[in-house]
C-alpha cells in the first residue's frame, strides 16, 4: 500500500497543502450551514468541530479523532446530514495523518454516501470539498487514476458554483496526478490554465496561494526556473495585499527552489553557480524567518531549513549562530506531530556538526524528546522515525547494539501501519548496522527488504517525497549499490551460477530503472522482456553487466546455450576507473586527442572487457549487448582498444546498449526501402533562449542521402521545422523511422536535456509526448529514431542519463544518437552508409558496426567514426 510521507524538512509539506485547506473549508462550510440549520445544543457541536480544526492543525491527530467522532455521534443523533457528513469528511482526513487507510476509506464513503442525497447548493460544495478529500486518499494509497478523475468531478462542481480559489487548488492535483501517470503534457497545458486563471484575477491572499501552491508543484516537477518566476510573483502580489504571512511562505519555498537549484549544478558539475545559488537560497530563508514574526512555524521552518542548507555547505560558523535560536522555539512548541518533525529535523542537522563544538549526547536527548512526544501523541509513524533516526545516530557513534534495537523498534512501528517509505530506509539501516558487526547473510537479507520496499513504491516514490529527485544518490541508490555489494561478497559467490548473481544482475536493473524514474519524476515504461530467454534465441549474442562498486569493477555475462551467469572480478577502485572515464570523455570530442584517447581506451578494455575476452572468443559472439553503470553510459564502447590485436571493439564485435529492463519487445527491422521516414533537421547558425547554436553545414546532403534509401519520407528543414510542424507530422502518418539532424543535448537535469527545432528548445518530456502521439501498441511503431547532431553537457558526469531517459520514452524500438558533435563530412558520409546497410537486411547493431568502420577506414580518428550509440533494439 502506499502512503504519503510523513516529511521531516519542512517544505516538504507544501505538495500536500490541499489536505489542510480541505479541513478549513470544511469547517467553514459547517459554520454557512449552522446558520440556517436547526441543531440542538449548537454550541457545543460548534466548539468540538473548531477545537479539532485546531487539533488538526497542531497536528495532534489522535485527539482530533476522538472529537470527530463524538461530534459525527451528536450530528447523527440529530438527523443533522449535512454536518454529519463534513465532520466525516474531516475525519478520514485525521485518519489519513495517522496512516489509518481503512478508517479513512469508511468514512469519506460515508461522508460521500450522505452528500448524494442531498441537492441544495450549500450540499454541492460540501460534496465537492469531499471529494478532494477522497482524492487525496486515493492518490495516498497509489489510485493514481481514480484521484485524478475525483478531482475533475470536483472541479466541475467548483466551476459551477465559479469558486475560483477551490478550482485553481483542484488543478493543481490534478496535475500532479497527471504528472505521476507520466501525462507531461496534459498537466503541462493543466498548470498553464491554473497561471492564466491566476493572472486575471485580482491582487488577494487567494491569487499570492494560488500562485504558491502552483510554484511548489512546478518545483517537484524539475522546473526549477518557471518555479522561481511563478513564486517571486507570489512574493509580489502578497506585499502589495501586506499579507506578511503569504509573504514568508513564498519566500520560504523561493529558498526550496534555489536549494534545489543548488543540487542541479553540482550535477553539472558547475560549482560557481551552485555557490550563487547557496546565497541566494541563503537571503531567501533569512528574509522568511525574519517576516515570519505572525507565524512561528514558518519562522522555524525557514531556520531549520537555512541550518540544513549550512550544514550541507560546511558553512559551521553561521550554522552555530542559528542553534540558541532554534533551541529556544523548539522548546515552547506544544505536544504535536509538527514539534516531532522539527525537533528530528534539528537533531539530523545537529548530528552533522559532531566535530564542531555539538555533543552526540545532545543530539540523542533531542531526539529521546521526540520518541516522547511522539508516544504521547499515539502517533506511530512520527515515533517510528523519531525512533530510526536516534537509532541512526547510534549507528554514527559505533555503538552497533543500541543502535540494532532502536532500528528494530522503528521497523515494528513503521510495519504497523504500512508505511515502506519509511520502513526501507530502517531495514537499510539494520543492514548497515549488522553488516559492521560482520553478519553479511543477516545484513543481505536486511538489503532486501530494503530493496522489495523501494520496488513496493516504485510507482509512488517522487509523489510521496518530491525531495528524492534531488537527494536520489544519497537516500535511494547507495541501497541498490550497498546490496549489490554484499550479493557478491557472499561465499558462495565463487560458483559460477549462485542465485546471488542472478538477484545482483535483477538489482543492478532496478537502480537503471529507479534512475530513469527520476530523472522524469514519475514512472517509466514496465519491463517487458525476459533477457535471458532473449539471449537463448540470439546465439551470438552476450549481455554484459558492468557494475561499478567501491573498490572493484564487477562483471556479469550470461552466454547463450548455457545456463551458467559468470562474473568477473576486476580490482580497480571506483574513483580511478571513473577518473579515467572522465579524462576520455573530456578527450573524445576533441579532434587532436588521439593518442591520449587510445591510451586511456586501452586501459578501460584491459578492465572491462580482458577478463571475459576467452569467454567471448570460446563462444563465438559477434554481437555485444552492454547494460552500462554509472559513468561508463558517458562513453561509446565502441571506443575501448585491444592493444594485443591493436584493434577497438567495434572492429570485432556489433555493439548496443540496453537500459536495464526498457526494451520494447524487439523484431527484425523490414527492408528498408519499405520505410517511411521523417526527416527533419536545423542546418543555420541560430540563436534560442540565449544559447548559441553554430551552423551545421552537412545537414542537407546527409537528410539527401537518408532519402535516397528509404521509400518515402517528409522532409522538415530549417524553418519548416518547428514543434507544431512536427507534431501534424507524426500524428497524421506512420512513420518507422523518425530521422533528426539537430543540435540537441542530454543531461541528467530534465530542464537541460532538449533538442533544437527552428524557434525553440524542444525539452525532453515535450519530445516524449510528441513521438508517443500515436501510442506504442498502434500500427506505426517507430523503429529506429535517429538523433544524429546532439552531445552530452559538458561536465556532467550522468549526462548519459538523459540519453537514457529520451531512448527509453521516445516509443520507437531503437535509438541512434552521438554523444558528440561532429560536423564533418563523415557525419553525413556514415548515415548514407548506415542505411544502405540497413537495407542489405543486417542487424541494426551490424549495420552501425559495418557505418562506423567504414568510416574508420577512411579516418582513423575516434573523433570521426566513434560518437555513435545505439540503445533498444539491436535486431
Not at 461530534?71 to 440529530?78: C, G, L, P, R
Not at 549550512?310 to 542559528?322: G, I, R
Not at 539537430?742 to 518530456?765: A, K, M, N
Not at 501498441?777 to 547532431?789: F, Y
Request: glycine share 4%.
Amino acid at each position: 500500500m502506499t502512503v504519503l510521507l510523513c516529511t521531516f524538512l519542512p517544505y516538504f509539506f507544501d505538495s500536500f497543502n490541499y489536505l489542510t485547506a480541505a479541513f478549513a473549508k470544511s469547517k467553514v462550510g459547517f459554520d454557512s450551514v449552522l446558520a440556517t440549520t436547526p441543531v440542538v445544543n449548537p454550541t457545543q457541536t460548534s466548539s468540538l468541530v473548531q477545537q479539532s480544526q485546531a487539533l488538526y492543525e497542531a497536528g495532534q491527530f489522535v485527539e482530533g479523532v476522538q472529537l470527530l467522532k463524538k461530534a459525527v455521534a451528536e450530528f447523527k443523533a440529530t438527523n443533522d446530514v449535512l454536518n454529519e457528513a463534513i465532520a466525516l469528511s474531516n475525519l478520514s482526513l485525521a485518519y489519513q495523518q495517522l496512516g489509518k487507510w481503512q478508517e479513512a476509506t469508511e468514512a469519506i464513503t460515508q461522508s460521500i454516501k450522505i452528500l448524494q442525497t442531498l441537492k441544495d447548493v450549500n450540499s454541492s460544495q460540501i460534496f465537492a470539498q469531499a471529494l478532494d478529500v477522497r482524492g487525496g486518499l486515493e492518490l495516498a494509497q497509489g489510485q493514481t487514476e481514480a484521484a485524478l478523475s475525483t478531482w475533475q468531478e470536483a472541479a466541475k462542481i467548483y466551476q459551477r458554483l465559479d469558486d475560483i480559489s477551490a478550482l485553481i487548488r483542484d488543478r493543481v492535483n490534478q496535475a500532479q496526478a497527471m504528472q505521476t501517470l507520466g501525462n507531461y503534457l496534459q498537466a503541462d497545458k493543466t498548470l498553464t490554465s491554473v497561471r492564466e486563471i491566476l493572472q486575471k484575477q485580482p491582487d488577494s491572499p487567494v491569487k499570492a496561494t494560488g500562485l504558491y501552491n502552483l510554484g511548489n508543484v512546478r518545483r517537484s516537477l524539475g522546473y526549477l526556473n518557471d518555479s522561481c518566476t511563478i513564486l517571486e510573483e507570489s512574493y509580489s502580489v502578497a506585499i502589495r495585499v501586506k499579507d506578511a504571512i503569504a509573504q514568508s511562505n513564498a519566500l520560504l519555498s523561493l529558498g526550496n527552489t534555489a536549494r534545489a537549484k543548488i543540487y542541479a549544478q553540482l550535477s553539472l558539475a558547475n560549482s560557481s553557480s551552485a555557490k550563487d545559488c547557496t546565497q541566494t537560497a541563503i537571503q531567501y530563508y533569512q528574509q522568511a524567518a525574519q517576516i515570519a514574526s505572525a507565524k512561528p512555524t514558518v519562522r522555524l521552518q525557514a531556520q531549520l531549513n537555512l541550518l540544513r542548507l549550512l550544514v550541507e555547505q560546511k558553512e559551521f560558523s553561521p550554522a552555530k549562530a542559528l542553534l540558541p535560536q532554534i533551541q529556544s522555539q523548539i522548546n515552547t512548541l506544544p505536544p504535536s506531530r509538527t514539534a516531532v518533525n522539527y525537533r528530528i529535523n534539528f537533531a539530523q542537522s545537529l548530528s552533522k556538526m559532531t566535530q564542531n563544538s555539538v555533543q552526540p549526547k545532545d543530539v540523542a536527548k533531542m531526539l529521546a524528546q521526540a520518541v516522547q512526544v511522539a508516544k504521547s501523541l499515539k502517533d506511530e509513524r512520527t515515533e517510528s522515525y523519531a525512533l530510526g533516526t536516534l537509532g541512526g545516530l547510534y549507528e554514527q557513534s559505533g555503538q552497533l547494539a543500541d543502535a540494532k534495537s532502536l532500528t528494530q523498534q522503528a521497523l515494528a512501528k513503521a510495519e504497523s501501519v504500512d508505511a515502506q517509505d519509511i520502513a526501507y530506509q530502517w531495514h537499510w539501516q539494520m543492514g548497515r548496522i549488522l553488516q559492521k558487526q560482520s553478519n553479511i547473510p543477516a545484513a543481505t537479507a536486511a538489503y532486501n527488504q530494503a530493496y522489495n520496499a523501494l520496488k513496493s513504491l516504485r510507482n509512488d516514490l517522487i509523489a510521496i517525497n518530491p525531495d528524492v529527485q534531488f537527494s536520489f544518490r544519497e537516500s535511494v541508490e547507495p541501497v541498490y549499490r550497498q546490496y549489490v555489494d554484499l550479493l557478491l561478497q557472499l561465499p558462495e559467490n565463487t560458483l559460477q551460477k549462485p542465485d546471488n548473481l542472478v538477484q545482483a544482475r535483477q538489482v543492478i536493473e532496478s537502480l537503471q530503472l529507479a534512475e530513469l524514474d527520476n530523472f522524469f519524476r514519475s514512472p517509466c515504461l514496465l519491463p517487458r522482456v525476459d533477457l535471458d530467454q532473449l539471449v537463448e534465441k540470439q546465439k551470438s549474442t552476450v549481455v554484459i553487466y558492468p557494475i561499478i562498486l567501491d573498490n572493484r569493477l564487477e562483471i556479469i555475462t550470461r552466454l547463450p546455450g548455457q545456463d551458467a551467469i559468470y562474473r568477473k572480478t576486476t580490482k580497480v577502485p571506483k574513483d580511478v576507473l571513473e577518473n579515467v572515464v572522465e579524462k576520455l570523455r573530456k578527450d573524445l570530442p576533441i579532434v587532436s586527442r588521439g593518442p591520449d584517447v587510445k591510451q586511456r581506451s586501452q586501459q578501460l578494455y584491459d578492465w572491462l572487457i580482458k577478463p571475459i575476452e576467452s569467454d567471448l572468443a570460446n563462444a563465438d559472439i559477434t554481437s555485444l549487448v552492454f547494460v552500462l553503470d554509472g559513468s561508463l553510459r558517458n562513453i561509446p564502447m565502441a571506443i575501448l582498444y585491444d592493444k594485443k590485436q591493436q584493434k577497438y571493439l567495434i572492429e570485432k564485435y556489433a555493439i548496443s546498449l540496453m537500459p536495464g529492463l526498457q526494451l520494447l519487445d524487439p523484431k527484425p527491422l523490414q527492408n528498408v526501402r519499405r520505410l517511411n521516414a521523417l526527416i527533419a533537421g536545423v542546418e543555420q547558425e541560430r540563436l534560442i533562449e540565449g544559447k548559441s547554436f553554430p551552423k551545421l553545414s552537412n545537414v542537407t546532403q546527409e537528410l539527401k542521402l537518408v532519402q535516397s534509401e528509404v521509400k518515402s519520407s517528409k522532409e522538415l528543414l530549417n524553418q519548416e521545422f518547428t514543434e507544431a510542424n512536427l507534431q501534424k507530422q507524426i500524428q497524421s502518418t506512420s512513420f518507422s523511422v523518425v530521422h533528426l539532424a539537430t543540435h540537441g543535448q542530454f543531461s541528467s537535469d530534465i530542464e537541460q536535456t532538449y533538442i533544437l527545432t527552428w524557434d525553440r528548445l524542444l525539452r525532453v518530456r515535450e519530445l516524449d509526448n510528441l513521438l508517443r502521439a500515436r501510442g506504442e501498441n498502434r500500427r506505426g511503431t517507430i523503429e529506429l529514431l535517429v538523433l544524429s547532431a546532439c552531445k552530452t553537457a559538458t561536465g556532467d558526469k550522468r549526462a548519459a542519463l538523459g540519453l537514457a531517459g529520451v531512448a527509453v520514452r521516445a516509443g520507437a524500438r531503437s535509438t541512434l544518437a552521438t554523444l558528440w558533435t561532429a560536423d564533418d563530412k563523415s557525419t553525413s558520409d556514415f548515415m548514407g552508409e548506415l542505411y544502405r546497410q540497413l537495407d542489405a537486411g543486417v542487424t541494426k547493431a551490424q549495420a552501425l558496426q559495418r557505418a562506423q568502420l567504414a568510416i574508420l577506414a577512411k579516418q582513423n580518428r575516434p573523433y570521426f567514426w566513434a560518437p555513435y550509440v545505439l540503445i533498444g533494439n539491436w535486431l
